[in-house]
C-alpha cells in the first residue's frame, strides 16, 4: 500500500490538536480582522473568543480562501517525499477553493505523473467537514489504500448531515443573506431560523421558529428524525458554535441523552474565523453520519 497524506482545509473546523492526533493535514484559509489579515489557523493568532467580541463591537471581517499557487506550494513537498495526497476540500456551493485545488492538482500531476493527486469536494462546511475527515482517517487506519478511501467518500460524502440555527441574525443580515426588513421583525418576534446542507452543497434555510430554547430542541428533532439507525446511532456526533458555548452544551447534552449508543461524547468546536467571518456569534451547528442527502 503506498503511503498517503489526508488533506484539508482550516475550515474543517477542528482543533489543531484533533488534526495534530489523528494525522490530517490542513491548509489555512486566511481573513482580515479591521483590515489586518490573519491566518485561519484554529485559533492560534487569534483566540476565537477575541475574534467574535470584535464582531460583537464592529469590527469589519473579509475573507480569503487558498488559491491554486498555495495548493501548489503546500502540496510539493509531500510529492517530492513520494507521497500521493487525497484533498478534501470545503463544500462548492459556499466556497470556490475546490476549484482552485483541483488546479493545483492538475498542474502537479503534470510535474509528477507517478503521484496520484485526488481531490474532493466535501459538500460540507466547519465540524461537519471535519467529522468526515475523522472518518477518513479512521478508514486510512485500518488499511484502506488512498484509491479505496477515495471511492468511500465519493460514495457516503452526502450521508453527513449538517443541521445549523443562529440566535443572531445581525450578521445574516449585514452579509445580505437576510433582509434587513426581515431581519428586523425576526429579532423582534425572537424568531430563529432552522437551516441545513442540501445536496449541492449550499446552506438553504429550512424553517423560522420562535424562541432560541425550541430552536435548540429541533436540532435535536431534526437528529432524531434523520440520523443512522434513529435513536440507536453509534456513530459520532460533532457540534460547531460560535461564541455561544452554552447554547451548544444544552444540545449535547439533548442528544447524549436521547442517544445511548453514540461513539463518545458529543464533540463540541469552535466555528472557525472563516465561516465566523459569514455567520457571526450565536450559530449552533449539529454534524451527524444519517439520511443520505437528496435535496
Known amino acids: 500500500m503506498r503511503d498517503f497524506v489526508l488533506s484539508c482545509c482550516s475550515t474543517a473546523d477542528l482543533s489543531k490538536e484533533h488534526f495534530e492526533n489523528r494525522n490530517i493535514h490542513y491548509v489555512c484559509f486566511h481573513f482580515y480582522l479591521d483590515g489586518k489579515?490573519?491566518?485561519d489557523d484554529l485559533g492560534q493568532s487569534i483566540s476565537f473568543d477575541d475574534f467574535y467580541q470584535a464582531m460583537i463591537h464592529g469590527a469589519e471581517t473579509k475573507t480569503s480562501q487558498v488559491n491554486t499557487e498555495e495548493f501548489i506550494e503546500d502540496f510539493t513537498p509531500f510529492l517530492e517525499a513520494g507521497k500521493d495526497i487525497l484533498h478534501v476540500s470545503l463544500s462548492s456551493g459556499i466556497s470556490g477553493v475546490y476549484n482552485a485545488a483541483k488546479a493545483a492538482a492538475e498542474e502537479l500531476s503534470q510535474r509528477f505523473p507517478e503521484r496520484k493527486i485526488y481531490v474532493v469536494d466535501s459538500l460540507g462546511a466547519s465540524s461537519g467537514y471535519g467529522l468526515i475527515m475523522d472518518r477518513l482517517a479512521d478508514l486510512r487506519d485500518s488499511g484502506m489504500s488512498i484509491d479505496e478511501v477515495y471511492a468511500w467518500i465519493e460514495e457516503?460524502?452526502?450521508?453527513?448531515?449538517?443541521?445549523?440555527?443562529?440566535?443572531?441574525?445581525?450578521?445574516?443580515?449585514?452579509?445580505?443573506?437576510?433582509?434587513?426588513t426581515a431581519g428586523f421583525f425576526g429579532?423582534?418576534?425572537?424568531?430563529?431560523?432552522?437551516?441545513?446542507?442540501?445536496?449541492?452543497?449550499?446552506?438553504i434555510p429550512r424553517e423560522k421558529v420562535r424562541t432560541k430554547k425550541r430552536v435548540l430542541q429541533k436540532l435535536v428533532e431534526r437528529m432524531e428524525q434523520y440520523a443512522q439507525d434513529g435513536l440507536a446511532y453509534?456513530?459520532?456526533?460533532?457540534?460547531?458554535?460560535?461564541?455561544?458555548?452554552?447554547?451548544?452544551?444544552?444540545?449535547?447534552?439533548?442528544?447524549?441523552?436521547?442517544?445511548?449508543?453514540?461513539?463518545?461524547?458529543?464533540?463540541?468546536?469552535?466555528?472557525?474565523?472563516?465561516?465566523?467571518?459569514?455567520?457571526?456569534?450565536?450559530?449552533?451547528?449539529?454534524?451527524?453520519?444519517?439520511?443520505k442527502r437528496v435535496d
Open 37 to 39: 489579515e490573519y491566518s
Open 156 to 180: 457516503h460524502k452526502l450521508e453527513l448531515n449538517h443541521w445549523f440555527i443562529s440566535t443572531d441574525l445581525t450578521f445574516y443580515i449585514k452579509g445580505g443573506r437576510v433582509s434587513k
Open 187 to 203: 429579532s423582534m418576534l425572537g424568531i430563529c431560523p432552522l437551516l441545513n446542507m442540501d445536496n449541492l452543497g449550499r446552506l
Open 234 to 291: 453509534s456513530g459520532k456526533c460533532y457540534i460547531s458554535q460560535s461564541y455561544c458555548y452554552e447554547d451548544a452544551r444544552y444540545v449535547a447534552d439533548a442528544i447524549e441523552a436521547r442517544f445511548p449508543n453514540l461513539n463518545g461524547k458529543v464533540e463540541i468546536n469552535s466555528v472557525g474565523t472563516t465561516i465566523g467571518s459569514h455567520t457571526g456569534p450565536g450559530t449552533v451547528a449539529l454534524f451527524f453520519w444519517g439520511k
